[in-house]
């Protein structure tokens, strides 16, 4: 019997999220339909704020040369994809609806940790790709929304590594493990990959998942050539530490400050802290924190 869902991978329709530092997006020429986003959040390696992210309409396989193309302008505009950087593959999944949903979580829980060794997942990205979890999937089966899908705490970790919120949002799923490349062959071969991996799912495909070249046989997909791991710099990391430590001490104030709100970072500076927190609409504020008699009190908003 022919299985309707044995879909071939080139037949997909897929996006990608190329994101990018530097460079003179503004001045590069799209091709049509293509969007530039000039407020993104990667940082250059002297912390300052100069992300864009480029991204294609939804197209298939045979369409690839557009990214070939568009790569080659941002790599000559002077661009370039460092260790703040990610690209993120969508794929649309509307062939198999929402009935397959399930099956996209139970593969996600085998098979993530191998796709993300696979890619080589940078340690200092994983806060924005965490795992879905086994609580994830029982509170899906007790109520299929997309807030099942979606890590609380950080607004950098709501979307899971295999994020299968997005099909709620677009019809996708999203696949957030690669490190940032503006390489032809390691962007194509993290799309292969993603493209082979929703049609083997798809059909009902069960995948090995002891060992990274097990999987991408399997998968037919390549078994390297996908952007290599770009360590953050020492600076960068102590930041996020010095972050950390400070999460559970500025929560509460986050929380009186905007009910429901969550920290996105915190930052030092001249006259203390600025704290950035994101309510439930997706929209940022920040604040001046100063020190004062043991306590951190608002000295301004930004």
Request: with cysteine; aromatic share 8%.
């Given at each position: 019997?022919?299985?309707?869902?044995?879909?071939?991978?080139?037949?997909?329709?897929?996006?990608?999220?190329?994101?990018?530092?530097?460079?003179?997006?503004?001045?590069?020429?799209?091709?049509?339909?293509?969007?530039?986003?000039?407020?993104?959040?990667?940082?250059?390696?002297?912390?300052?704020?100069?992300?864009?992210?480029?991204?294609?309409?939804?197209?298939?396989?045979?369409?690839?040369?557009?990214?070939?193309?568009?790569?080659?302008?941002?790599?000559?505009?002077?661009?370039?994809?460092?260790?703040?950087?990610?690209?993120?593959?969508?794929?649309?999944?509307?062939?198999?609806?929402?009935?397959?949903?399930?099956?996209?979580?139970?593969?996600?829980?085998?098979?993530?940790?191998?796709?993300?060794?696979?890619?080589?997942?940078?340690?200092?990205?994983?806060?924005?790709?965490?795992?879905?979890?086994?609580?994830?999937?029982?509170?899906?089966?007790?109520?299929?929304?997309?807030?099942?899908?979606?890590?609380?705490?950080?607004?950098?970790?709501?979307?899971?590594?295999?994020?299968?919120?997005?099909?709620?949002?677009?019809?996708?799923?999203?696949?957030?493990?690669?490190?940032?490349?503006?390489?032809?062959?390691?962007?194509?071969?993290?799309?292969?990959?993603?493209?082979?991996?929703?049609?083997?799912?798809?059909?009902?495909?069960?995948?090995?998942?002891?060992?990274?070249?097990p999987f991408a046989r399997?998968?037919?997909?390549?078994?390297?050539?996908?952007?290599?791991?770009?360590s953050a710099p020492r600076?960068?990391?102590?930041?996020?530490?010095?972050?950390?430590?400070?999460?559970?001490?500025?929560?509460?104030?986050?929380?009186?400050?905007?009910?429901?709100?969550?920290?996105?970072?915190?930052?030092?500076?001249?006259?203390?802290?600025?704290?950035?927190?994101?309510?439930?609409?997706?929209?940022?504020?920040?604040?001046?924190?100063?020190?004062?008699?043991?306590?951190?009190?608002?000295?301004?908003?930004?």
């Amino acid at each position: 019997m022919t299985n309707p869902n044995k879909i071939d991978w080139t037949e997909l329709q897929f996006g990608v999220e190329i994101e990018f530092v530097g460079g003179t997006p503004k001045e590069i020429e799209l091709l049509p339909d293509w969007v530039m986003s000039l407020d993104e959040q990667q940082i250059d390696d002297t912390g300052e704020e100069s992300g864009s992210e480029l991204k294609p309409p939804p197209m298939k396989w045979a369409q690839r040369d557009q990214i070939r193309l568009m790569l080659e302008r941002l790599r000559a505009s002077g661009a370039a994809a460092n260790w703040s950087c990610g690209l993120h593959v969508h794929v649309g999944i509307e062939l198999y609806g929402q009935p397959a949903i399930p099956s996209f979580i139970d593969a996600a829980v085998r098979s993530q940790d191998t796709m993300r060794e696979l890619l080589q997942t940078s340690e200092d990205r994983l806060i924005y790709c965490p795992p879905i979890t086994e609580q994830m999937r029982e509170q899906y089966h007790l109520n299929p929304v997309s807030d099942a899908l979606r890590h609380k705490g950080r607004p950098q970790s709501h979307r899971c590594g295999i994020n299968l919120a997005a099909w709620f949002d677009i019809g996708t799923v999203e696949y957030r493990y690669a490190n940032g490349s503006l390489d032809d062959e390691e962007v194509l071969n993290t799309i292969e990959l993603c493209l082979r991996f929703t049609a083997a799912i798809g059909a009902g495909q069960l995948l090995p998942n002891d060992a990274p070249e097990p999987f991408a046989r399997a998968l037919g997909a390549p078994l390297s050539g996908y952007p290599p791991i770009q360590s953050a710099p020492r600076w960068y990391k102590e930041r996020i530490w010095l972050e950390n430590a400070l999460l559970p001490a500025l929560a509460p104030l986050a929380q009186r400050l905007i009910p429901g709100s969550e920290i996105h970072h915190i930052l030092p500076s001249a006259s203390g802290l600025t704290l950035a927190i994101e309510d439930v609409e997706g929209i940022m504020h920040r604040f001046q924190l100063r020190l004062t008699a043991g306590e951190w009190e608002v000295a301004g908003r930004l």
